[in-house]
């Protein structure tokens, strides 16, 4: 990118997108993130609302075996009813149930679903622990199943006289809710995606309507810079009407600047001419040396009088261009006239300094900044002084200063940036000339910050309007 001027001398504006584009991506980003949120939570209640019907589904098997369990002689078991869904009944088909007391190690069978076959359910896991635990207390979880696929389970042990701690059991196959879950989860995101392009073009036309009275308020200043009109005119809306009033006020001000500097200008012309005419025609109709210097000098005032009040009428519609100075030249002569003046005491100076980096601003005042805190950092340095400069953030030029010598404590670097200190004031140490270098950045709307160096004693750092050149 280029720094370039137009034929009135003001810089060219760099466009930097457009609203419309960044208006429309931050109502779409938010819309998107309140979708993809809104289907997350809406998947999670279906989920929880599907896993909540396979529990009480578990929860009935359950409960209905543990209403129609009959002790029998011989210390066993009996079902006077059991659970009638065909699932129970089809070998392997994901729908189990068992009942089992707890001795021996691996626990003993006393019923079981035709659907487990030969297989069981886990009889000593972590599940079942906590349902002897708390007997009574329908525990619920997740295990694998015959095919070690994943299961719902739940679990309740209940004590029956005579015969112990007796667990029953029900467990269901969680796939196939898994895949209505997911189902729905596809549907969902088919659904919020369609209403997300709806939405988009919905945000681009509204967009583009809310905007409708900053565009038509960019024409009516066209129409003012090419002449077409004196003043901003057109329906606003209330937030935008101050603005335009505010223009017009800028304008009529501009025009009595112009007009009183014109006034003063014919004022002082006719108010010096008319003497210098008069010294000029005297001088003509006399001979001799004086009348001729007279005559000469006169002819002199009278041309320097024309070309001051051009230049005067000029000035009075002029803008000034913003200075721009590069940071590389200033800290390169910098670095070379203090690296003589120290060279005696061994004082080694480094610098480094980006390529293309300016400093918004004139050339004197950053060789003060730079200057006063790298001659503060030679005269406290032992021995080495290293310097950067560089684009910080986006407008703004970074200097970053730091030397080898005692530094300064955490509150002495407070104090030392305190309003109304002088750091020569300071405890030594201090240095010299940082009041200066902080009075100086704060008139350019930057900061000093001080802080200890990696090379052992002080860094300070500047930020200041700049950056690249060609940016901002």
Not at 49 to 56: I, N, P
Not at 82 to 89: K, S, T
Request: aromatic residues 4%; hydrophobic residues 45%; contains cysteine.
């Amino acid at each position: 990118m280029s720094d370039t001027t137009d034929q009135t001398g003001r810089p060219d504006l760099i466009e930097q997108g457009s609203m419309v584009r960044r208006l429309v991506l931050a109502a779409l980003g938010w819309a998107v993130i309140l979708l993809v949120f809104g289907a997350g939570a809406l998947t999670l209640l279906f989920q929880s609302t599907v896993l909540r019907d396979l529990d009480d589904r578990l929860a009935g098997v359950v409960d209905s075996m543990v209403a129609h369990v009959e002790p029998v002689a011989g210390g066993g078991l009996e079902l006077e009813q059991r659970p009638i869904d065909p699932g129970y009944f089809q070998a392997l088909s994901g729908r189990y149930w068992q009942v089992f007391t707890t001795g021996g190690a691996d626990g003993r069978f006393v019923l079981r679903s035709d659907s487990l076959a030969n297989e069981r359910l886990d009889t000593n896991g972590p599940l079942v622990r906590a349902a002897l635990d708390q007997p009574g207390v329908t525990i619920i979880g997740e295990t694998r199943g015959p095919n070690l696929e994943p299961m719902r389970v739940q679990l309740r042990a209940v004590l029956i006289q005579g015969r112990g701690p007796v667990v029953f059991a029900a467990a269901e196959d969680r796939r196939p809710a898994d895949r209505r879950v997911r189902d729905f989860a596809m549907a969902a995101a088919a659904l919020l995606a369609a209403f997300a392009a709806l939405l988009a073009a919905g945000v681009v036309v509204l967009v583009r309507w809310a905007l409708g009275p900053i565009l038509r308020m960019g024409a009516a200043v066209a129409a003012v810079r090419d002449g077409q009109a004196e003043w901003v005119s057109g329906d606003f809306p209330r937030e935008i009407k101050p603005l335009a009033e505010e223009l017009n006020a800028l304008l009529d001000h501009s025009r009595d600047v112009v007009e009183r500097a014109r006034t003063h200008v014919g004022n002082l012309a006719h108010a010096l001419k008319t003497p210098l005419t008069v010294l000029g025609n005297e001088a003509r109709t006399q001979s001799g040396p004086l009348a001729e210097l007279v005559a000469r000098q006169t002819q002199a005032m009278t041309g320097q009088v024309e070309h001051h009040l051009r230049r005067a009428r000029a000035a009075a519609n002029a803008r000034a261009l913003g200075a721009r100075t590069p940071a590389d030249a200033v800290i390169h002569d910098l670095g070379r006239t203090l690296r003589r003046i120290y060279e005696r005491r061994g004082v080694e100076i480094d610098w480094d300094c980006a390529p293309g980096a300016v400093f918004r601003g004139e050339r004197q005042d950053l060789e003060d900044l730079a200057g006063n805190l790298m001659d503060n950092a030679c005269k406290w340095a032992a021995r080495q002084v290293r310097v950067a400069a560089a684009p910080g953030a986006p407008g703004r030029l970074e200097i970053i200063v730091e030397d080898d010598g005692p530094g300064l404590s955490e509150t002495q670097r407070r104090q030392a940036l305190a309003r109304g200190v002088r750091l020569d004031e300071q405890a030594p140490g201090t240095g010299l000339g940082l009041a200066i270098v902080t009075d100086l950045a704060a008139a350019y709307g930057g900061t000093l910050s001080l802080d200890h160096s990696d090379l052992g004693g002080l860094r300070a750092r500047l930020d200041l309007p700049g950056g690249a050149a060609g940016a901002g």
